[in-house]
């Protein structure tokens, strides 16, 4: 578990799988919650041997958290991180559903910012691919009322502090905290905090990855919100 952090903690996902890997093929196999969560998280990010090879070996490893009928946060926003993935790479449109599906779960049953601010992006995404100008409408509105919730969530916990389970600052968690707060102020028109938030949240990065993850979801989002649908 060790060598797993360090190798995530460069980015290096083809180790942080194999290393994975080894722990859920033991004898008894490992099959705790978190190490199957992260082996589904290094699996698709690793895109090996390719994009759409890993993110059904991804889908796999979740099977094993009954990804449809959890409550479980943590394995839904997994679940709607590769069903956006698969839209992203075959178009279908059932996969956007089943994403959106998945991060609303995860927002609405335990008020969680992850998939608080990916429902939004997704719900932006469908806006703009729908043939239905009313429809486009309702997810545009959708998306920034789950913004404003999610900025009233993030702040709270930023002004709090989070701590591990050792007692100390989490790090890995307030980054995401900023992160997810740059890109729902970006959503709802405040460039200017956005840009405050985002320079904090780059320079305590605990790990080298993290904003480049934030920086490609902010280009993905910026289309998306300068169009705004309007219902004729």
Request: net charge negative.
């Amino acid at each position: 578990m060790e060598l797993f952090q360090q190798a995530r903690a460069k980015g290096d996902w083809g180790m942080a799988k194999g290393l994975l890997a080894t722990l859920t093929q033991k004898t008894p196999p490992v099959t705790d919650t978190y190490v199957l969560q992260q082996l589904a998280l290094a699996t698709y990010k690793s895109k090996q041997p390719d994009a759409k090879t890993a993110l059904a070996e991804a889908k796999q490893v979740l099977q094993h958290l009954k990804p449809e009928t959890t409550t479980d946060p943590e394995t839904l926003g997994l679940w709607g991180a590769i069903h956006k993935r698969l839209w992203e790479e075959e178009g279908d449109p059932q996969h956007l559903d089943d994403a959106i599906r998945a991060h609303e779960k995860g927002f609405y049953v335990k008020d969680d910012y992850y998939n608080g601010i990916n429902l939004a992006f997704l719900l932006n995404v469908r806006a703009s691919k729908s043939d239905s100008p009313r429809e486009a409408v309702a997810d545009f509105v959708g998306a920034g009322r789950v913004r404003r919730r999610v900025i009233g969530i993030c702040e709270a916990l930023v002004a709090k502090g989070v701590k591990d389970d050792e007692g100390n600052a989490d790090k890995e968690e307030m980054f995401w905290l900023r992160a997810t707060l740059v890109e729902a102020l970006l959503g709802t028109g405040e460039a200017a905090k956005a840009a405050a938030r985002k320079e904090t949240a780059v320079a305590e990065a605990p790990e080298l990855w993290m904003p480049d993850s934030m920086n490609e979801q902010i280009e993905k989002l910026e289309p998306l919100i300068a169009d705004e649908p309007v219902c004729g």
